[in-house]
């Protein structure tokens, strides 16, 4: 018996799953055997579906001047107004109504023969229950039109009652089904916490309806492998040589943003060899097709159809560009689905993702020998997200669809996050406890928010090297020069706790020397690393800030040498000197650098023109003169005068060389005459 590992290495496939798999498969139990989840019938009133019909009239009738027939009913029009008319009467509501049902659409005569079997008039005038309805709807507008329609549309229903009773009653008897997409199933085969899930999109309406025997529908579905025809011709007009076009397959066909692609694949797999030698079953595609034209407007979005309907007829090349080829792109659609009119007739099922009023108008028409229905109940939409119309995508929803899912759940570990929950739910709880877990933050005195708000003032000031603001501030509101910042236990503050910590650290030599000599800072107070201001300075120019001070304020007044750490002092002449000097040496090197890239691009520049020159000595070749310039032709002389020239430019400039020539040829000819004339 082959074991679970061996069945989940490869993955598997929904129409050839492995005998050991489909002898123990059997549905999951989802608890809806008590009809919990049976669905509910709506009665559609008639009402609902007349205002559905004025819907669909409203549609019709915008669209009533683009054609001068009405492909519902079969009727030609001598004019547009006559066919709004027709798109207002009974006949087109009835058949509007017809269509909705997936039924086909009556002519005038049998339209008439339809209202003389049914023995009512389509006003409803010998009705009970319509004479009712009339004298209730009296004196309201828009009531008379609706009241005829809806008269034979409640005839018909109530002739129709009985047998949709007949038929519904055995369907409310059967088991209700979850509106999920997937159907999950459970197999001996494999341990008890792993599951396998297969699309309900894969399985038609009537085994829908069947959810007992589901087992028993995926056994019947099951489709042996085909080997690989050798020798087998290639692609014509998109359909394939190879697998038999009789084996059961499904069309899938996605159309959106001016891109289209179709394609139709057997269910049954081919079976091939891989360089291993080892069995490998792939995809049989029958028939694929791709189409793109440029029909969305760029940057600005949607077709170029909705945007003529919405804001008028843009008349720019760009736009009767995109018309063209929204009409090109439906005309090659529509070909290529009657060309492929025998697979889909055949297909089991029809994927189809149409986004969009005009892509559904492309697939579903109406048109002349229309392919695709949306009634046809074979339809379907992809359950899972898709992406750009590629065969390369259509491919991957192939695989999505047709592959087993594979869950695993650890039971234990959901055990016992359940019981988990169950005992936190068991807990009494109150709401005095909660607050106690979560303390609130203690609510800062007016002192503290004032000190906060200096302390944030001071930073930013310093930051932008705002000296006499910096100053000022503190004259204003009688602020120590030795401030300290708050909070003092946050890293920036206990880096930088004083104005001359911040300073020194940013390297701001203006605020530094204003804090010193004017408002008599402190140089030695230590940081909460133990560091005094000079120590955090980062360049010379802060460093000289200190040793200003140190002259100007005297060796007297604070402890520069020991606690301050600040070296012997200098005069400010004598540190302007020393800036100026470092200036010079720095703008000399600046000089310096710039002189050899200078060079360096001069360099470049000579060697670039050797390059051309040896170039064109080879172009002219050994026979002609080195340095001899070619002459030119006068097709490029006129090149070069032309060069940088409007086109208006160029033509005046056509205009006055044409007439200088014909003076001249004038002017020869006078000389020629009078040379005769002479002798």
């Not at 159309?255 to 080892?278: E, N, Q, R, Y």
């Not at 877990?437 to 000031?461: A, C, G, R, Y």
Request: with cysteine.
């Amino acid at each position: 018996m082959v074991s679970a590992e061996e069945l989940l290495k490869k993955p598997l496939y929904v129409f050839d799953l492995p005998t050991e798999i489909l002898a123990t498969l059997q549905p999951k139990n989802d608890g809806a055997e008590d009809g919990s989840h049976a669905p509910v019938e709506r009665t559609v009133e008639p009402e609902a579906e007349i205002a559905r019909l004025n819907a669909l009239r409203k549609q019709e009738d915008e669209d009533a001047a683009k054609s001068a027939s009405c492909a519902l009913c079969g009727v030609d029009f001598t004019n547009v107004q006559a066919q709004r008319n027709h798109v207002k009467s009974d006949l087109h509501s009835y058949n509007l109504k017809q269509k909705m049902r997936g039924l086909r659409s009556v002519t005038e005569v049998e339209f008439e023969k339809l209202i003389g079997d049914l023995d009512e008039s389509i006003s409803g005038s010998e009705s009970d229950e319509s004479d009712d309805e009339d004298d209730n709807d009296a004196g309201q507008p828009g009531k008379s039109k609706d009241s005829t329609l809806t008269s034979l549309l409640r005839k018909q229903a109530k002739l129709s009652a009985p047998q949709d009773d007949a038929v519904s009653a055995p369907a409310k008897a059967k088991r209700g089904l979850k509106n999920i997409p997937i159907d999950w199933f459970s197999t001996q085969t494999l341990p008890s916490n792993y599951s396998l899930g297969i699309y309900r999109a894969l399985l038609t309406n009537a085994e829908k309806d069947e959810p007992a025997h589901i087992v028993d529908t995926i056994k019947g579905k099951q489709l042996s492998p085909k080997p690989v025809v050798k020798g087998a011709p290639g692609e014509s007009n998109g359909i394939v040589s190879g697998p038999s076009k009789d084996d059961p397959h499904i069309f899938l066909c996605m159309i959106g943003g001016g891109h289209f692609a179709a394609m139709v694949v057997s269910l049954a797999p081919k079976l091939g060899k891989k360089h291993t030698g080892a069995d490998q079953r792939e995809a049989s595609v029958l028939a694929h097709k791709t189409f793109h034209r440029y029909t969305t407007r760029r940057k600005q979005g949607g077709s170029q159809s909705a945007n003529d309907s919405s804001k008028g007829a843009a008349h720019s090349a760009g736009s009767s560009l995109r018309r063209y080829n929204e009409t090109a792109l439906i005309s090659e659609i529509r070909e290529l689905l009657a060309e492929w009119k025998p697979l889909i007739d055949t297909a089991q099922l029809l994927f189809v993702r149409a986004s969009g009023s005009t892509n559904r108008r492309t697939l579903y028409g109406p048109y002349d020998e229309q392919i695709l229905h949306h009634n046809d109940p074979r339809i379907r939409s992809f359950p899972f997200s898709t992406r750009r119309a590629t065969q390369a995508e259509l491919m991957r929803s192939f695989v999505e669809l047709t592959r087993v899912k594979i869950s695993q759940v650890d039971e234990v570990a959901l055990a016992a996050v359940a019981a988990a929950a169950a005992a936190e739910a068991s807990k009494p709880t109150t709401k005095a406890h909660t607050p106690a877990s979560q303390p609130s933050k203690p609510k800062l005195s007016k002192e503290e928010e004032t000190t906060l708000f200096h302390t944030s003032q001071i930073q930013s000031l310093i930051r932008r090297s705002k000296a006499p603001a910096v100053l000022t501030y503190f004259s204003t509101h009688t602020l120590s020069p030795d401030f300290t910042f708050h909070p003092t236990d946050s890293p920036q503050n206990h880096h930088a706790p004083t104005p001359l910590h911040l300073a020194a650290s940013i390297n701001s030599p203006t605020v530094v020397l204003a804090l010193l000599t004017k408002a008599k800072g402190n140089p030695t107070l230590p940081n909460g690393d133990g560091k005094p201001p000079f120590d955090l300075a980062g360049d010379r120019a802060t460093r000289d800030a200190f040793r200003v001070a140190r002259d100007e304020l005297g060796e007297s007044h604070w402890d520069w040498g020991g606690s301050a750490h600040v070296p012997p002092g200098m005069t400010r002449t004598e540190a302007d000197k020393r800036e100026e000097r470092d200036r010079g040496a720095a703008e000399k090197a600046e000089t310096a650098r710039r002189q050899t890239e200078m060079e360096r691009l001069k360099d470049q520049d000579e060697e670039r023109r050797r390059h051309e020159a040896e170039a064109e000595r080879k172009r002219r070749g050994p026979g002609s003169t080195l340095g001899a310039l070619r002459e030119r032709t006068g097709a490029e002389k006129r090149d070069e005068e032309a060069r940088g020239m409007t086109p208006e430019m160029r033509a005046k400039l056509e205009r006055e060389r044409r007439a200088r020539a014909a003076e001249q040829r004038i002017a020869r000819m006078q000389q020629g005459s009078g040379t005769g004339t002479g002798n």
